[in-house]
């Protein structure tokens, strides 16, 4: 059974005794106040996943309430749009630096309000350093005006222009409260749009710290709002009022979002669900294959959309593949210590625990064998999990097909790499996939067939994630556009091409008959096509 250890206290931060708020009542009024409210609103507790004690509470925003935040967030756009680039670069230049001056403090947030373990929480701060880092320097240049190719060689020069969107709109989920509730928000704004932010009901904390730091790198005020409360109240509001809306959530809510984005015929981002695969091949090293499916199947208790939920393992190493990975999963240290030290950490709610639960006793009543785990670890903290490895799996468990989102993993063996991939692909989803081999080029091609947005070759998720040079995003139900790189920033503009004519229209000769304006056209379309490179005239 994996080990745990108990909430230990280090000087700077200790869970505290019952009663007395982990969150100091100070530090919450501070944060919420940038909450936008046009008045009195109910409250919304939000409680700590590892001790179940209410941290603070929130307002209960109303549709008011966005409509007010999207004003104040497209009053202060124009001027933004006009500042100049270096002065926006260097707010996420800013930003970089205090996010990991400043870390422990955030550190503390996303455990209280996620439920991780501390080097869980900082992959996040982690992250949102290496996105703003990655923006400053290169989002300019993705978003610069750019020549193309003219009408006429010669005499049309056109450009192409980008614009910010306005007022964008992002609606984040609780499971990487810091990293989704701003690495998305970064090159929106370097781009020039305003943005109104709704974090995730359980985790409004972590992001207000997150826009409060931006402020105070010299986000203009009003520029970024914030509204706290219920996405199936908010969310509707938002996308009637915003000019791009970038959902992260589950593929249910997605699928509503870009229905309404589509009414409005304005854009949408989705970044949805997963049910990842890892293929061990059979000329892995098996210990890095442990190792990267450890970390690829428990970062942040599997509650990580790019997390991996199907092993599949080569006949011939499977016995001792998944000898040494049970045997590393029984070694996890489960800790719900405000410090570093832990492995593995909590569910981040009821409604988590609830269907982790469901989904192995479901499987385990229809014949599934549970390798490790199995069961809640209520001895370290009410909503913990132990790590759990199945197999003889089968597509009447609930788990086969749907996303557990939980620390749990299945392993099944597979013949030959056709018959992998083949089941890889079995999948409504498409969003990340891992492969193990000895072999590159054997794991790159492998990786081209796999119908999925991001594959990690000899690494579980980080090494794809990390590359914010490079999209990221879902095939099929996993979602809709990318995010990271060009892409990343570019879907927050609207692109405008501007085209100038000189010396000659481009339709009609002046003075020429229309028989012989066209006989002329049909040989400079020739002569173009012969010679590609008067094109570039
Ligand atoms: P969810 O219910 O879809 O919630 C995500 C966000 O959407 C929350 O802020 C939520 O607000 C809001 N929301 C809920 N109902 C809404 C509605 N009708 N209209 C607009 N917004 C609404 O997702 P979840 O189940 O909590 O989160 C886990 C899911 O997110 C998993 O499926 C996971 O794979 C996915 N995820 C994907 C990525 C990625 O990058 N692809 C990253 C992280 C998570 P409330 O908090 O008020 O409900
Ligand atoms: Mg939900």
Redesign the pocket.
């Known amino acids: 059974m994996a080990r745990s250890v108990a909430a230990t206290s280090s000087a700077t931060s200790a869970v505290p005794a019952a009663g007395s708020s982990p969150l100091p009542a100070a530090v919450a009024e501070r944060l919420l106040a940038h909450v936008t409210v046009a008045g009195e609103r109910d409250r919304i507790d939000v409680t700590a996943p590892f001790t179940e004690e209410v941290l603070g509470s929130v307002p209960s925003c109303t549709a008011e309430d966005v409509e007010l935040a999207v004003g104040r967030a497209r009053a202060a756009q124009g001027a933004w749009a006009r500042t100049p680039m270096r002065d926006r670069t260097a707010v996420l230049r800013r930003y970089h630096d205090l996010v990991l001056e400043r870390q422990d403090e955030v550190l503390d947030l996303i455990q209280l309000e996620a439920g991780k373990v501390r080097a869980h929480a900082f992959e996040e701060v982690a992250d949102v350093a290496i996105v703003a880092a990655y923006y400053a320097r290169t989002g300019p240049g993705h978003i610069a005006p750019r020549r193309r190719e003219g009408a006429l060689p010669g005499l049309t020069r056109t450009r192409e222009l980008r614009h910010p969107k306005g007022v964008v709109g992002f609606?984040?989920?609780?499971?990487?409260p810091l990293s989704?509730a701003v690495t998305d928000v970064l090159p929106a704004l370097l781009a020039g749009n305003g943005a109104v932010l709704?974090?995730?009901?359980?985790t409004p904390f972590t992001a207000l710290w997150a826009v409060e730091l931006l402020y105070e790198a010299g986000l203009p005020e009003g520029l970024l709002q914030v509204v706290t409360g219920?996405?199936?109240v908010l969310?509707t509001p938002m996308i009637d009022a915003v000019d791009f809306i970038t959902f992260?959530?589950?593929?249910e809510?997605g699928r509503?979002?870009g229905e309404q984005a589509g009414r409005r015929l304005i854009g949408c981002s989705l970044?949805?669900?997963?049910k990842n695969a890892m293929l061990v091949l059979d000329d892995a090293d098996l210990d890095d294959a442990v190792r990267g499916a450890v970390a690829g199947c428990f970062a942040s208790a599997g509650q990580l959309?790019i997390s991996i939920e199907r092993l599949f393992v080569a006949d011939a190493i499977a016995d001792g593949f998944t000898e040494r990975f049970v045997a590393a999963v029984e070694d996890l240290v489960l800790s719900p210590a405000l410090a570093y030290g832990g492995e593995l950490g909590s569910l981040a709610s009821r409604s988590q625990l609830e269907t982790v639960t469901r989904h192995v006793d479901d499987a385990r009543a229809k014949g599934a064998t549970v390798l490790t785990g199995g069961g809640p670890r209520e001895d370290v903290g009410p909503l913990f999990y132990a790590p759990t490895v199945l197999t003889d799996v089968t597509d009447d468990m609930e788990l086969f097909g749907d996303?557990t989102?939980g620390p749990v993993v299945t392993i099944s063996r597979f013949r030959d790499v056709d018959d992998a991939i083949e089941r890889a692909n079995d999948s409504p989803y498409g969003?990340n996939a891992s492969v193990w081999t000895g072999d590159v080029r054997r794991g790159r091609d492998v990786a081209r067939r796999l119908q999925v947005g991001t594959v990690n070759v000899n690494e579980a998720y980080a090494a794809a994630w990390a590359s914010v040079d490079a999209p990221m995003g879902?095939f099929k139900d996993?979602?809709l556009g990318r995010r990271h790189g060009r892409e990343g920033i570019q879907k927050y503009t609207e692109v405008q091409t501007v085209a100038v004519e000189r010396f000659l229209p481009v339709s009609r000769i002046p003075g020429l008959s229309q028989d012989r304006n066209a006989r002329t056209l049909t040989a400079a379309l020739k002569l173009m096509h012969a010679i590609p490179g008067l094109r570039r005239a």
């Not at 709704?198 to 359980?202: I, M, N, R």
């Open positions: 609606i984040a989920p609780w499971n990487y989704m709704k974090p995730a009901q359980t219920r996405g199936s969310g992260t959530g589950s593929t809510v509503s979002v970044e949805l669900g997963g959309c996303e989102f969003l879902g996993s979602g």
